[in-house]
């Protein structure tokens, strides 16, 4: 077998069909190839949709009830049969020739074991939110990965986990997906595919980015609204303070002391953003407000639980 794609899920059932009905128009000429759906929940209509797929696409089906994105994820890997792992999300849209430019490209750094590629946003009715595009927050909100650099050799931080793909030779050596990071109920923790990037590259894999392997991210309405950024930036936040440790400085309530004052100031952006009467700027000013406080959260609730693994 040459490519196993992960795909897992979790009762997202209508966005899973779209996802597998893309699938149907892959290009995979002269490829072996597999797609195994981890079901991280045991949901009826989640198999009865997967079966409707069996005869069209190299469907397999999981069943892994330990919640969590990166349990499914582990579950995945003990059933892959491919040479090549490739790891997508269930509101993920692939090009035609993304398998086609994973296998291709893959081929091109033999040396290399991780591979990364340009993720879209596909935004309701393909209107464009009115927020900065640019601003880090924003993509980061929306997991864009579309990075102005040419093939090649990148940061493990630029490696995205919606459109991913690793040699399975990493897993055999006994490396895994960190369970207790990632998507898991609603006050997770996130960066789960950064923490294992971050891992790998000091065990000497550095990442190759291959531009040619696009998808598009179904961005959906609610992601839209305030509350839901508010809520993705603040998991944001608990990720990063478990990537970046915590500073040795002066400490009050096992927060860095400093972050305080760092608190005040986007607190009060955000009032004046608010007596302004734009959202734009509540928004953006918003998210900034909850990923500090992710991370105060974080540092106060210890970093011991979430070591590596």
């Excluded at 069909?17 to 149907?24: A, C, W």
């Excluded at 074991?113 to 909100?141: C, E, Q, S, Y």
């Excluded at 931080?157 to 690793?166: E, K, P, Q």
Aim: with cysteine.
């Amino acid at each position: 077998m040459d490519v196993s794609i992960l795909l897992p899920t979790r009762k997202n059932i209508h966005i899973l069909q779209r996802s597998l009905e893309n699938f149907r128009q892959i290009n995979s000429s002269d490829i072996e190839w597999e797609i195994i759906v981890i079901d991280n929940i045991g949901d009826m209509e989640t198999r009865e949709i997967v079966e409707k797929y069996s005869d069209q696409l190299p469907l397999k089906y999981i069943l892994e009830e330990k919640k969590g994105k990166n349990n499914a994820l582990n579950a995945g890997l003990d059933k892959a049969s491919g040479e090549l792992l490739a790891f997508v999300d269930d509101d993920i849209l692939v090009s035609n020739n993304w398998l086609q430019e994973i296998w291709k490209g893959q081929q091109r750094w033999r040396s290399n074991d991780i591979f990364g590629g340009r993720i879209l946003p596909l935004f309701p009715d393909n209107k464009l939110p009115d927020l900065d595009m640019d601003d880090p927050f924003v993509k980061g909100a929306f997991a864009i990965a579309d990075w102005d650099i040419k093939e090649g050799e990148y940061e493990p931080d630029m490696v995205w986990g919606g459109n991913m793909a690793v040699r399975a030779r990493i897993f055999r050596q006994g490396n895994i997906f960190n369970a207790h990071i990632g998507p898991c109920g609603t006050n997770y923790i996130m960066g789960s595919e950064t923490e294992f990037t971050r891992r790998m590259f000091r065990q000497g894999h550095i990442p190759v980015f291959l531009p040619g392997v696009q998808v598009l991210h179904i961005i959906r309405e609610e992601q839209l609204e305030p509350d839901w950024l508010f809520k993705r930036s603040f998991r944001t936040g608990r990720g990063s303070a478990i990537r970046t440790g915590k500073p040795r400085v002066k400490q009050f309530l096992n927060i860095p002391r400093f972050m305080f004052m760092n608190l005040a100031k986007l607190y009060a952006m955000y009032f004046l953003a608010l007596l302004s009467g734009s959202k734009r700027k509540r928004v953006e000013n918003g998210m900034k407000l909850w990923r500090e406080i992710g991370m105060m959260y974080q540092y106060r609730k210890g970093l011991d639980s979430v070591v590596e693994k």
